[in-house]
């Protein structure tokens, strides 16, 4: 079935009324342009425009697989959501979830190997110190770092260090200089 309709569509209350319903889905939407307050994917997806522009005028919720197959630009900030925990032991950071993270270390720390990067995937690890100080870091050999030296951390109880990284490849995470004792 098929209806034809040859003038807008306007709904007759701004934000009121929905095309479609929470379990019943159109399976297509094809258009030139697309002009969102919020849109948000919850499922797989893929987008590619070969000369159209897609506009999004508020907020774009991504939280499922989705691939941007054209340049993507932003003229807002980008913010991603980051990981926080009081820690020590062994860890493995959980790339598929967070590309930031904030760890205060309340023993000796361990990265372990991850198996949720990303190549491609970029962010920053910030470490600080719990009350008492003096915590280490050790890193699994997924973890590359300047020269191969490891890191020394800052030991004054509070302080926070900071460490860059970047998925070059499966398995292999490079670590940036780290960043000492900001304040």
Request: proline share 2%.
């Amino acid at each position: 079935h098929r209806v034809v309709y040859s003038a807008n569509v306007v709904p007759v209350a701004d934000s009121t009324y929905d095309l479609g319903h929470t379990s019943l889905y159109w399976q297509n939407l094809y258009a030139d342009n697309a002009f969102h307050k919020t849109l948000s994917v919850t499922g797989n997806a893929s987008t590619s425009s070969a000369a159209n522009t897609n506009v999004f005028g508020g907020h774009l919720n991504v939280t499922a697989n989705t691939s941007f197959n054209q340049q993507v630009v932003f003229n807002k900030a980008v913010t991603f959501s980051q990981f926080s925990s009081t820690t020590s032991g062994s860890v493995a950071l959980d790339y598929d979830t967070y590309n930031n993270f904030y760890l205060t270390l309340n023993g000796p720390l361990t990265l372990s190997n991850p198996t949720t990067e990303s190549v491609g995937q970029f962010g920053v690890i910030a470490i600080t110190q719990d009350g008492t100080g003096g915590r280490t870091l050790s890193l699994g050999t997924d973890y590359e770092s300047v020269q191969g030296a490891g890191y020394t951390l800052s030991t004054a109880a509070g302080a926070t260090d900071l460490i860059p990284y970047y998925v070059i490849a499966t398995d292999r995470v490079l670590l940036g200089m780290i960043q000492k004792s900001m304040a």
